[in-house]
């Protein structure tokens, strides 16, 4: 018989899909804190931005304009936030990992 064993979460890591405006899709891998069902009903209605400068905490696999890994750090995730195309698509990697609704490699 199949078990499940419960074990709190407080961050994860999913792949993020950034579609830019145009068309080019990349995709990188985001760090996140998890919420809990009542904790996500009360950021409901945040913009995208606000809520990921809270709750985005790190980042593999996104690349300087040298190609060199670039690090994590919040005032280049700010930057980045300021375009709904990366903003969206980072909220969408979330809120579908969140869920359990990605499917697992």
């Known amino acids: 018989m199949a078990k ?6 407080s961050s994860f890591w999913t792949t993020v899909r950034i579609v830019r405006p145009d068309g080019d899709v990349q995709e990188f891998e985001g760090q996140f804190v998890y919420l809990d069902d009542e904790a996500w009903k009360k950021c409901e ?8 400068t809270k709750h ?8 300087a304009s040298d190609d060199s890994e670039l690090p994590w750090s919040a005032e280049q995730r700010d930057l ?3 375009h709904s195309y990366i903003s969206n698509g980072v909220l969408g990697a979330y809120t579908i990992a969140r869920q359990g609704l990605r499917a697992k490699n």
């Open 56 to 63: 985005w905490t790190g980042w593999k696999g996104i690349l």
């Open 4 to 9: 499940f064993k419960f074990e709190p979460i």
């Open 45 to 52: 209605g945040l913009p995208a931005s606000e809520f990921l």
């Open 80 to 82: 980045f936030l300021k």
